[in-house]
């Protein structure tokens, strides 16, 4: 079990956080009011950057850094929290937003307030019916109570909030693409710079968070940010909501310090099955290379798992054990990536296809000599050349797999081979 209480995830499955009387009971809504009567933009800003809280979306950039690159203009800006959440292995925004909805939303009002914005977004993915409809009772209720709308806490500050539901497209978690598609637009990436702090939505300056880091927010103000700074690793401070998924025995959302061991965190989720042994683990979803038994004792931070090859993106520990068939798994992510690319880049478009078509061969076991250098080959090749990480999101898992398991990829192509098969 963890060594310390849960941040975000205290209260849940204890009590009911989406009544809002239940969560002003247990101390919601007091650090909106607070930030609103007793602290300034520029106070809030400075203990972001003290907390040394980094996004939680994938990209772990520092959060108050982001802020501060807003224009110091009059001219409007907007805060748009990241609901998209489609990562493959990544469930937890949708747990925070179906289960504590007043935490998150408190977290954006938090938010909005710090960099001067009067409209604050919830972009939810369009498959969370559930979370959206959660999420527009909490906000009715806030907004009955006088936390959304005019004049909030008698301080002449107006904030509006808009909830949109995407239309299920993985590409809309991309910042960019999801402000595009926010203004009704094809959900599409937008070239960058300029980025969206100078020209976001509708081409106002705009900051894009994920659910989990807004939420950080709330704690962060009610214990300080050196409590929060204090947790965790050098350049990785806090705690962080991982999905733990695959080969484990309770898959599910598990909080912990950043720093704890891969291998504690497996263990919160039950550990291998019964008789199994893990090989392997993307401990950063799909997009994730993977690390190996080598690297289980490491600490689940940046740093460390960008050390081990791979990276932290947004705290989605997907298990593999020793009965994985990594073709098809391989395949199985491939044909995710290929599907959801939105087709403006070659490389992402034609080569996502490509590499489908090429271990759809070696799944049923008709690969012909060649195909796995061309896997390797081709997904490099893909990798740097694109308008977004989504092109280079093919590379990592399928190039450690291989290099990894390469008999299970060789296997595939000798089978097609009666002769070499004997
Ligand atoms: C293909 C793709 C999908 C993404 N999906 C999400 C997502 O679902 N949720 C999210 O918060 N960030 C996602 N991101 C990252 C966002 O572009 C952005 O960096 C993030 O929302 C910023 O918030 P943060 O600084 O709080 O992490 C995605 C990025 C890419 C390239
Ligand atoms: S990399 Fe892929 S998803 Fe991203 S903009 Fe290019 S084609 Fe679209």
Known sequence: MPSFEPVLMKGIGEADLRDISVYRQRGGYRQLERAFKELTPAQMLDIAKASGLRGRGGAGFPTGTKWGFLPGSDAPRYLVCNCDEAEPGTFKDRMLLEETPHLVLEGILIGAYAIGCRHAFIYIRGEFKRGYEIMRAAVEQARAAGFVGRNLFGTGYDLEFT??????????????????????????????????????????????????????????????????????????????????????????????????????????????????????????????????????????????????????????IVVFDDTTDFVAAAHSLVRFFAHESCGQCTPCREGGHWLELTLERLVHDRGVPGDVEILEKASHQMTGLNLCPLGDSIEPFLVSVVKRFPEQFEERVLRFDGAKRG
């Open 163 to 316: 909830i949109h539901r995407g239309a299920g497209a993985y590409i809309c978690g991309e910042e960019t693409a999801l402000l595009n598609s926010l203004e009704g637009k094809r959900g599409e990436p937008r070239l960058k710079p300029p980025f969206p702090a100078t020209q976001g939505l509708y081409n106002m300056p705009t900051v894009v968070n994920n659910v989990e880091t807004l939420a950080y927010l709330v704690p962060i103000l009610e214990r300080g940010a050196e409590w929060f700074a204090s947790v965790g690793s050098e350049k990785s401070k806090g705690f962080k909501v991982v999905s733990v998924s695959g080969h484990v025995r309770k898959p599910g959302n598990y909080e912990v310090a950043m720093g704890t061991p891969v291998r504690e965190i497996i263990d919160l989720a039950g550990g291998a099955r019964e008789g199994r042994k893990i090989v392997a683990v993307q401990p950063g979803g799909g997009s994730s290379a993977c690390i190996f038994e080598e690297h289980l004792d490491w600490g689940y931070d940046y740093e460390s798992m960008q050390k081990a090859g791979s990276m932290l993106g947004s705290g989605a």
